[in-house]
């Protein structure tokens, strides 16, 4: 299990925030497909939701210490039925992310920023 510092801890939290459950363990427990499943979106995306249906509120730290020890991730927060887990990509840790995409400007909202807009592309050229 990895551990994380709290202020590690707390910007994970925030980034988690808006994410949506993308694994559920339900009526069978942690079996070998949905650790497969839990695996597979950690590599796609480090950080992700799981919602956790009908298990008991006593096993759950059990089950959550399962996970984390099986595939080497910190737990960065349960509250209720919900838990965050995180995991370092590996491709990330040795520098061979993919390369960062230019995003387009938005439109700008007026003449003014449109013309200079403009003349900065002008300078630049």
């Known amino acids: 299990m990895i551990e994380?510092?709290?202020?590690?801890?707390?910007?994970?939290?925030?980034?988690a925030h808006h994410l949506k459950p993308v694994v559920?363990?339900?009526?069978?427990?942690?079996t070998a497909s949905v650790l497969a499943e839990i695996d597979r979106s950690l590599k796609a995306h480090e950080l992700i939701k799981l919602r956790l249906y009908?298990?008991?509120?006593e096993d759950r730290a059990a089950?959550?210490?399962?996970?984390?020890g099986?595939?080497?991730?910190?737990?960065?927060?349960?509250?209720?039925?919900?838990l965050v887990l995180w995991r370092e990509n590996p491709k990330d840790a040795a520098g061979e992310?993919?390369?960062a995409r230019r995003r387009k400007s938005p439109p700008p909202a007026n003449k003014k920023e449109a013309a200079a807009?403009?003349?900065?592309?002008?300078r630049r050229s």
């Open 24 to 30: 559920s363990i339900s009526q069978k427990g942690l």
């Open 63 to 68: 089950l959550i210490a399962e996970i984390c």
């Open 70 to 82: 099986t595939l080497s991730c910190a737990e960065v927060q349960h509250i209720g039925n919900l």
């Open 54 to 57: 009908g298990i008991e509120r």
């Open 97 to 99: 992310s993919a390369p």
């Open 117 to 122: 807009r403009t003349e900065a592309r002008n």
């Open 4 to 15: 994380i510092s709290p202020t590690e801890r707390r910007a994970l939290r925030a980034a």
